[in-house]
């Protein structure tokens, strides 16, 4: 049976839906044409859904593939960071003394006299002139209290001068509960609601409840936008309702003009969850739901939380010291309660300092206590190893590899930094390496690219940038074995290399020029256009096949 609902313009029964969303109908071509302006702000093919488990999350309506953008979405509020040198209050710019412009209104500082006329700056001029004596700042380049309490004193001046972003801002999570009295909480209610008070005059008009809401909404849901150096904070509507996951089928990136972008990472399935991860996919899972924890108070059980070998990576695995053994140790789950460092301890939940590892092995049963120290111990070589040194990571990963599975989160870290690091060392890049550490590259980058796709598959940014480096050490594989193998070995290696390169640029496609990974894509480009003028160029110069 086909579906029969009401033309969204003229409400004559209409079969036709919009493609992309499913939520819209429309009885002609025509009609649809002519609702596109009003409904492509709300034409995304993910949808609002509220249960009692997850409360209010996003819902794919129809398959979604890998790559394809979900929603573009412009800031409700945005504003400096809570601790930060004095910005352009403007474009977030940061500030040096001597080459500022003042608002004429209120005093503020500005990068120019442009920025003095952005209307994200309404709230904070406003209130500066209703305490009727201009801000006058005479410190750049460190942090400066007056700028605390900036963003969210732009989301209290939305209860009475927009009541639509109000609205959105309140129903947001803020946590208020479990925030109140802790460490951070104090110091908010200090530096921001005693300051919007005393400073601003602004006591009578918003009251603790509401200015600490404020802050939780802007600590739980503000995003640090990374585009300028420092980042600048955005709250979003709807990708703020994006669940959390270990294992995200999601990734957010920003454009320049600071929209949040939210593409699915792998394919989608209608129906199911769109999920981001909200910390470090590359933590393992005692740090990831610590982190969840302190900072957005929710214990993870995410299926990559709950299997204690992540998905079969042995992310979190310790080498069995038994002899002969060559099992691993991981305890039987990581989901357990988290106690609260801030809050007094749980009688319920003393059970685990009997917390034990086991051999997946020989069953051999190593303490809590012993697992700790040792990755303590490991934690603070890793600390002080040289930065930017191949050979020191060679040497961590030869040692610790007598202590750790070879997939575990310290060896991957190291891994990862040694994969980018060979042939940045010279400015010849590659041609310089030697053959063991330009095989070494390539297994590294293929090794950590493969974990990648199990353990965090749209990590996008990460695995784009790691194909980069991949496809410039498979091009360079070929350089040296044409020297023996001649132009059609060559050929091959280029082939590979290019197909290694594409997917790159697909993976980096809504990376903005602004960030490393968006330069690597444009850089991509151009590479794939010589890539492909150096095979022609080539496959002409050979002899013609008998
Ligand atoms: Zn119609
Ligand atoms: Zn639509
Ligand atoms: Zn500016
Ligand atoms: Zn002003
Ligand atoms: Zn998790
Ligand atoms: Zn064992």
């Given at each position: 049976m086909t579906e029969q609902e009401p033309c969204e313009?003229?409400?004559?029964?209409?079969?036709?839906?919009?493609?992309?969303?499913?939520s819209v109908f429309y009885c002609s071509r025509e009609h649809q044409k002519q609702h596109w302006k009003a409904h492509k702000q709300q034409c995304i093919p993910a949808r609002v859904r509220e249960d009692g488990k997850y409360g209010r999350y996003l819902e794919a309506i129809r398959s979604v593939k890998a790559g394809e953008i979900i929603m573009k979405e412009s800031p409700l509020i945005s504003g400096p960071s809570q601790v930060t040198p004095p910005v352009c209050l403007g474009c977030y710019k940061l500030l040096e003394g001597g080459k500022t412009v003042s608002c004429e209104k209120c005093g503020w500082p500005f990068c120019s006299e442009v920025c003095t006329r952005n209307v994200v700056h309404t709230p904070e001029c406003h209130y500066t002139q209703r305490r009727s004596e201009k801000v006058t700042i005479s410190t750049y380049g460190k942090p400066h209290p007056n700028y605390q309490c900036i963003t969210v004193l732009r989301c209290l001046y939305q209860r009475d001068n927009n009541q639509k972003i109000w609205s959105k801002l309140q129903t947001l999570e803020s946590h208020d509960e479990e925030r109140r009295n802790t460490d951070k909480w104090n110091n908010d209610r200090k530096m921001i609601a005693e300051f919007i008070w005393k400073f601003f005059k602004l006591d009578g008009v918003f009251n603790e409840e509401e200015i600490m809401k404020c802050c939780g909404i802007v600590q739980i849901n503000g995003h640090e936008v990374p585009l300028l150096e420092p980042e600048y904070v955005a709250v979003f509507d709807k990708v703020s309702m994006v669940e959390h996951s270990c294992r995200a089928n999601c990734n957010k990136s920003f454009a320049s003009d600071g929209q949040i972008i939210l593409s699915a990472g792998v394919n989608i399935a209608a129906g199911s969850h769109v999920s981001v991860c909200y910390t470090d996919p590359l933590w393992g899972t005692e740090a990831r739901r610590h982190h969840l924890s302190d900072s957005k108070f929710f214990e993870c059980s995410c299926e990559r939380c709950s299997d204690a070998t992540e998905l079969g990576t042995m992310f979190s695995a310790i080498k069995c010291k038994k002899k002969d053994c060559k099992g691993y140790l991981l305890p039987d789950t990581f989901v357990l309660p988290i106690l609260h460092k801030t809050k007094s301890p749980d009688p319920s939940t003393r059970g685990l300092d009997n917390k034990f590892w086991k051999c997946r092995n020989c069953k051999d049963e190593v303490s809590d206590g012993i697992i700790q120290q040792l990755l303590q111990d490991i934690g603070r070589e890793l600390s002080v190893m040289p930065k930017g040194e191949p050979d020191a990571c060679e040497r961590f990963i030869g040692h610790c590899s007598s202590y750790l599975h070879p997939s575990h989160y310290y060896m991957t870290d190291v891994s990862l930094a040694l994969a980018h690091m060979v042939g940045q060392q010279d400015a010849l890049g590659l041609e310089k390496v030697s053959n063991d550490r330009l095989l070494l590259k390539t297994q590294l980058c293929k090794k950590i690219t493969d974990l990648l796709e199990t353990l965090a598959p749209a990590e996008t940014r990460l695995r784009g940038s790691l194909l980069f480096e991949l496809h410039a050490a498979v091009a360079e594989t070929g350089r040296r074995k044409s020297l023996t193998g001649g132009p059609v070995m060559m050929l091959r290696y280029i082939a590979e290399s290019k197909k290694i390169l594409m997917e790159s640029a697909r993976l980096l496609a809504h990376e903005p020029p602004e960030l490393p990974e968006g330069r690597l894509r444009l850089q991509a480009k151009i590479n794939l256009m010589d890539m492909e003028a150096l095979m022609q160029n080539m496959s002409a110069a050979l002899p013609a096949p008998l």
């Open positions: 313009v003229c409400t004559a029964p209409a079969e036709q839906k919009c493609s992309n969303c499913h």
